[in-house]
């Protein structure tokens, strides 16, 4: 399935929000869905799922109008809540049957992820009287209930504490189908790293950077080198060049005028001993920063 | 339609599984079967109460404190009147002023008498009582000074007229106990029940449940399943105890005094009773759909009060005007707001049950009615979607008149 998002446009008080978002999303891997406080990942999710009305933009599933009725949303917000006063599994039943379940397939589903996130002794309490890390887990079962085509994860790790984080993780990585598209958002760039494969960063209501992350990491690293010298004197060599400390490490920008190999002979004719020499890759944090940081300082 | 009845029997559980709702419901319908048990506690407690009360205004007089102004006064008033308690003038006023007595009556002649007394409250039964008692002795002293029998001229003085009224349109005294016990029962089933759609689309957004419900559902069905299912909660509440009522008088109908039986029965007939229900309803129903689309205005449960203050002021407002049209149902004012929706829920029915309404006017007040409910549910759907997602600071009218622009 190929979810594609094109020329979204959306504006709140004649300020625009979205401005021409355009979103490849496939199924069967974790989309990373970056972006700051504020940049429009929200927005952009709430259009996707019908709350809103785009002011202008398409969007399509295989090349066919997407309408939300025709797929299953499970939907885990950054800001969660639920009814404290009902009991756990009513709500759970509840919410499937909104996402269009029946009756009797709520409360199969209901079953299996309860006892799949360990919460199905707590069926019969009311959600208040519950531990925190309890009701979150009762949360995340809410978004995979029903086993959702399309599963929309915002902030999913805010307020997880590591073991609770570890279940979660076994069963988003479980989860993954080719029917299945799963959207991430998170500020929390190690598991956008550790689990997806493409990513895009939204800035100002702009995508400003998408695709497959390991592509886009060799891009942005091109022209760059990370070398570990010998010993530290070594570096006087570097004079003259753009270069970062990172740690023992240098990331060292090539000037257009040298290659890799016209560098390294540099090095090696004026005897100077590298112990590490290798294209560098930014790490998503990097890559970020250097996408969203900068518009946001200079406004 | 098949989410719309999901959120239903979900509000619905949501209201029956409180507690507090079903407990109070119960004390109401115990209270209303005592009330209606009454007559029969007065049958075997009070059988002759009634007489015991009666004896008090015949000839055994009142106990006056009293002074006489000459001994002639004092031999012929005080045998009618009460024997003297105070030798003069100065020694009543004194006992009033050192409040060993409440007041005293100073005859001064067989038509004069000074009335003392401490404070002046503005309706003094004692001083009427002493003065009408006066007045008879000083007329029969007359009558029988010039050879009239007093006793005979009282007897022709008080023929009793025996009458009797035909009432061909409505009889308004007999329906007015009715019109109010409904208008005060609608009065708290709509505050109440107002309040509670109010604070229960606040709550969904205070606890973030707000983000689920609209994503996997639209706005109109979240407010018409919990409309609905609060309305319907309120209703099945007011119908419990109405039952009662209805259990309560059947039992003890043979008690009941006559007069209270026809006030009872002589106006509550079916074409009122229709009327009752649907402007009730219906009103009901506009009602909460107001309450609910405020609630959706704030953030935290604790600002629904104020939030809601508009409509509740609107509300007792028209209450007021019922409670005015119970006593004249005739009154042009009263005959306008029954054409007004908000207020109509009351004024309609209670002018439709006291006095003749055209059917005309009940029809076209009854499309008004339902014309605004219907406009008022659209309303409360765009503004509940507007406020749904709107956290932070309390959304103004302005903001809400904004959005329809678009």
């Known amino acids: ?299 | 339609m098949l989410k719309l009845k999901t959120v239903f029997n979900f509000e619905l559980l949501g209201m029956v599984q409180k507690k507090s709702l079903l407990v109070t419901t119960a004390i109401m319908c115990v209270i209303a079967l005592l009330i209606t048990t009454i007559p029969t506690f007065m049958v075997w407690f009070g059988g002759d109460g009634s007489e015991e009360e009666s004896g008090g205004d015949g000839g055994a007089a009142e106990e006056y404190t009293l002074v006489y102004e000459n001994d002639e006064l004092r031999e012929s008033l005080s045998p009618m009147l009460g024997e003297e308690t105070y030798s003069s003038e100065e020694e009543l006023r004194e006992a009033v002023e050192n409040e060993e007595v409440a007041s005293g009556f100073v005859v001064e002649d067989y038509n004069r008498y000074t009335y003392i007394t401490y404070d002046s409250s503005n309706f003094s039964s004692e001083q009427m009582s002493f003065e009408s008692q006066l007045k008879t002795l000083n007329e029969n002293r007359l009558f029988d000074e010039n050879g009239i029998d007093s006793q005979q001229v009282r007897e022709i003085m008080n023929q009793p007229i025996e009458q009797e009224t035909v009432y061909l349109g409505k009889d308004a005294g007999s329906g007015t106990a009715i019109a109010f016990g409904v208008l005060i029962t609608m009065y708290l089933l709509i505050l109440l029940y107002g309040a509670n759609v109010a604070t229960s689309v606040a709550r969904e957004k205070d606890s973030r449940t707000m983000e689920l419900l609209i994503t996997s559902s639209n706005p109109r069905t979240l407010i018409l399943g919990k409309v609905g299912a609060v309305g319907l909660t309120g209703i099945l509440q007011v119908a419990a105890i109405l039952l009662s009522v209805v259990i309560g008088f059947t039992l003890n109908k043979g008690n009941y005094p006559d007069v209270l039986l026809d006030m009872l029965q002589g106006t509550m007939t079916m074409d009122v009773v229709l009327v009752y229900i649907l402007f009730s309803v219906l009103g009901y129903i506009l009602y909460l759909f107001i309450y609910a689309a405020l609630g959706s205005l704030v953030s935290k449960v604790e600002d629904v009060n104020s939030a809601v203050t508009p409509i509740t002021f609107l509300f007792v407002l028209a209450y007021f005007a019922a409670t005015f049209a119970t006593n004249a149902p005739d009154n042009t004012i009263v005959k306008v707001t029954s054409f007004i929706p908000f207020i109509s829920l009351f004024t309609m029915p209670i002018r439709y049950m006291l006095t003749s309404v055209p059917i005309a006017s009940l029809l076209i007040s009854s499309a008004i009615m339902v014309i605004t409910v219907v406009l008022f549910a659209a309303l409360s759907i765009h503004i509940y979607k507007f406020g749904a997602l709107n956290y932070g600071n309390r959304l103004r009218f302005k903001d809400v008149i904004k959005s329809f622009k678009k």
């Open chain 1, 1 to 299: 399935m190929d979810l594609v998002i094109e020329d979204l446009n959306k504006s709140f008080n004649d300020k625009q929000v979205l401005k021409g978002i355009n979103l490849k999303i496939k199924s069967g891997q974790i989309f990373g869905y970056l972006g700051r406080n504020g940049a429009g990942k929200t927005t952009s999710m709430r259009i996707l799922m019908d709350v809103f009305k785009a002011d202008s933009g398409s969007i399509t599933m295989d090349g066919k109008e997407f309408k939300t009725t025709d797929y299953r949303i499970g939907y885990l917000p950054e800001e969660r809540g639920m009814y404290g006063k009902f009991k756990v599994k009513d709500q759970l039943v509840y919410f499937a049957e909104l996402r269009g379940a029946s009756k009797k397939e709520a409360q199969h589903s209901m079953k299996k992820w309860a006892e799949e996130f360990g919460i199905d002794i707590y069926l019969d309490q009311k959600l208040e009287t519950l531990s925190k890390g309890n009701q979150q887990k009762v949360q995340i079962a809410q978004a995979f209930i029903c086993e959702p085509d399309i599963l929309i994860l915002d902030e999913p790790f805010s307020g997880l504490d590591p073991v609770n984080s570890k279940i979660f993780q076994d069963s988003l990585l479980n989860y993954i189908r080719e029917d299945r598209i799963i959207i991430f958002s998170s500020h929390q760039m190690g598991y956008i790293e550790s689990f997806c494969d493409d990513i895009a960063i939204i800035n100002n209501g702009q995508i400003v950077l998408a695709g497959d992350l390991n592509i886009i990491r060799k891009q942005m690293g091109e022209g760059k080198l990370r070398l570990r010298f010998a010993d530290q004197q070594s570096r006087d060599f570097l004079a003259g060049y753009d270069y970062t400390i990172e740690k023992e490490d240098v990331i060292l920008t090539l000037p257009p005028s040298e290659t890799k190999k016209s560098f390294i002979e540099g090095l090696f004719s004026r005897g100077i001993e590298l112990t590490m020499f290798m294209d560098y890759l930014p790490s998503l944090q990097e890559i970020f920063i250097e996408k969203t940081g900068d518009n946001h300082v200079k406004a």
